[in-house]
């Protein structure tokens, strides 16, 4: 589907690169919802857009989960 739908508008790349739009960014890391337990993971990070996505939504919607303490905090970090 991501890679349909990239195919689809014009800023899709040749040999498989692609710069992926902000707002699918944002729509694919609301979908997955992440929680600040999660592990998050872009091998393919390019301009780190999925990193700071998932960044911006746990600062958004898990920051009272993520500065509790020392630890969570440092492991957001």
Do not use: W
């Not at 498989?16 to 993971?41: N, Y």
């Amino acid at each position: 589907l991501y890679e349909y739908m990239l195919g689809k508008i014009a800023s899709a790349g040749q040999n498989g690169q692609f710069r992926t739009p902000r707002h699918i960014i944002q729509l694919m890391v609301e979908m997955t919802a992440p929680i600040p337990k999660d592990v998050i993971c872009d091998p393919a990070c390019g301009t780190a857009g999925f990193l700071v996505a998932a960044s911006d939504y746990l600062l958004k919607n898990h920051s009272d989960m993520i500065y509790k303490d020392a630890k969570t905090r440092r492991r957001f970090n």
